[in-house]
């Protein structure tokens, strides 16, 4: 009989390259990559961990691997979520009350818009100025005119002004002043915005509406419609639901709606009236996350109607979202926690482990 050396079985993770050494969470043999990357083991443990006094977790990669920290002198740094550590590069600073906060792309590069230089072509308006950036480097690149969006995979809005960060990475700043584009928004500030680029679609919203807008040859038609009673000030739609956080008014707090097949908006589903900062929708519509109560997730089965809390926070809830094809679950707190929950065969879940970052 001859041995077996390290590699000779197959990773319990991945599957394809030799299992070296064993998960400290689920203990099976796994490769060094998946031995590295915690967020591999399909057991329910998730991850929980400070990174230090006046830090705010303020945007993660839709692949789940970086993760952006901003102090409240705004010196920004990268996380890498799936090793669990600190990215050793320089520091960036950034305004804390900049309009347009940055976003963080898989490969760790920071893109930071400047708002200096515009034109207007189909009647959408396309920033040329961006600074583009990794922690280590700067670097202004002046972007060629950008079509509607397409595949993008990230938004951030502020009053008139959104961007995206698109698959190839360039980023574009659209703004929504135009009545002949945001129909029946005329003449009204755009407070939040998503993008759905699968589809082709824009959601906006200003005080008092929200409409859904598909991108029909370069233009805006729209395909749902909703009164509110106060500002929107962050709204998304993935899959059958679109769901908003308003203000003020009677529809104070977070509403998720079910969309029908022609986009149109139907019927609430859920209603939170509680004073709330972040929620998120995962990308395939099943799953609603919402910090509530000033320290737990409320995590909402859309499809089954069933609905868990989970507890590890310790302050306000400040940022939630569903990354790495809603594999993980990442919620922050104003204590400077952050909480990587896995999606397990029963959802998210609620025992962490709390962990150094090195």
């Not at 000033?294 to 990354?323: K, M, N, P, Y």
Request: proline residues 4%; charged residues 20%; hydrophobic residues 40%.
């Amino acid at each position: 009989m001859v041995a077996r050396g390290p590699g000779a079985v197959g990773c319990a993770h991945c599957t394809l390259l030799g299992a070296e050494v064993a998960c400290e969470v689920c203990k099976h043999l796994v490769c060094a990559t998946c031995a590295a990357d915690w967020a591999t083991c399909t057991e329910p443990s998730g991850r929980t961990f400070r990174m230090g006094m006046t830090a705010r977790l303020i945007d993660v990669d839709p692949s789940g691997k970086h993760g952006l920290v901003q102090t409240w002198k705004g010196a920004m740094k990268l996380v890498d979520l799936r090793e669990l550590r600190w990215v050793d590069e320089p520091e960036l600073t950034h305004a804390r009350n900049s309009d347009l906060r940055p976003r963080v792309t898989s490969d760790g590069r920071v893109f930071r818009p400047t708002l200096t230089s515009a034109i207007t072509a189909n009647d959408i308006s396309v920033l040329f100025g961006v600074t583009m950036s990794t922690l280590g480097s700067r670097e202004h690149r002046v972007l060629e005119y950008l079509p509607p969006p397409s595949r993008a995979t990230g938004v951030t809005a502020h009053h008139d002004r959104f961007y995206y960060v698109t698959d190839t990475e360039l980023v574009a700043i659209v703004a929504g002043r135009f009545a002949n584009v945001y129909e029946p928004l005329p003449k009204k500030v755009v407070q939040a915005v998503h993008v759905d680029a699968s589809r082709d679609v824009i959601a906006a919203g200003t005080w008092g509406e929200i409409a859904i807008q598909r991108i029909v040859d370069g233009r805006l038609v729209l395909a749902g419609h909703t009164k509110t009673t106060g500002d929107t000030v962050w709204l998304q739609i993935a899959g059958d639901y679109l769901a908003a956080h308003v203000k003020t008014g009677a529809h104070r707090g977070i509403t998720v709606w079910q969309l029908h097949p022609d986009l149109s908006i139907g019927a609430e589903v859920v209603r939170i009236a509680d004073r709330v900062e972040a929620a998120a929708l995962s990308s395939d519509g099943r799953y609603f996350a919402v910090g509530v109560d000033g320290d737990h997730v409320l995590v909402r089965d859309l499809a089954a109607g069933t609905s868990a809390e989970l507890d590890g926070h310790t302050d306000t809830i400040s940022f939630v979202r569903f990354v790495g094809d809603d594999h993980v679950l990442v919620s922050a707190d104003d204590d400077n926690r952050v909480i990587l929950r896995p999606r397990g065969p029963n959802g998210y879940p609620q025992a962490v482990l709390p962990i150094e970052l090195d």
